[in-house]
Every structure is written in C-alpha cells, then in structure tokens.
C-alpha cells in the first residue's frame, strides 16, 4: 500500500526558510514521478514542483528561484526546500505520487510576523 508521509511543516517569518520532506512507501519509486502541491484558505490547489525519476524539475513560477524539489532514490524521499518565504507561500503542502496520484495527508505552513 502506498504511504506518503509530510514533515518539516511549522511556522517562520517573511523571508525565513523551510525544509519539508516526504518519506514514501512505494514499489518502483525511483521510476515515479513525485511533486508537492499545495492549498492556502478559500484557494484551489496548486502544483508548487514536479521532479521526475531522473531528477528533471519544474516549478510554478511564483516559487521559481526560491523552492527546491529533490529526491534521494535510495531513501525513497523526496524534500522541497523554500527559501524567501513569504506570507502567500502559507498553505497546506501535500507531497504526491504524480504516478499514481496518491497524496499524503499535508503539512502546514505558516509565513507570517
């Protein structure tokens, strides 16, 4: 049964860092391909970073030269690193096998002064 699990969540000012991570239980893993969504209050959910098998990356724009998207096949995780928070980066964060579209439960970020 597939299980993604999100930590690295909390709080932080503008400007402040962030490092979440999702440890992942699934056959394969190295061949899915893994992103992090996310979704702040009375908005849609959004793609934040795509990584595939082979490391290629995309992100959305707003996020583009501050996030990060990894992984580390042989730990079956995958990180995204933010950088520059800001207070729109405030949402629920959800790593997913794109895959197979499953999703984990999300972890909370909270940018605020």
């Known amino acids: 049964q597939v299980q993604l699990v999100e930590s690295g969540g909390g709080s932080v000012q503008p400007g402040g860092s962030l490092r979440l991570s999702c440890a992942a239980s699934?056959?394969?893993?190295?061949?899915?391909?893994m992103g992090w969504y996310r979704q702040a209050p009375g908005k849609q959910r959004e793609v934040v970073a795509r990584?595939?098998?082979?490391?290629?990356?995309n992100y959305v724009d707003s996020v583009s030269g501050r996030f990060t998207i990894s992984r580390d096949n042989a730990k079956n995780t995958v990180a995204l690193q933010m950088n520059s928070l800001k207070p729109e980066d405030t949402a629920v964060y959800y790593c997913v096998d794109l895959t197979t579209n499953y999703w984990g439960r999300g972890i909370q970020v909270t940018v605020s002064s």
């Open positions: 699934i056959i394969g893993f190295r061949s899915h391909v």
């Open positions: 990584i595939s098998g082979s490391g290629i990356t």
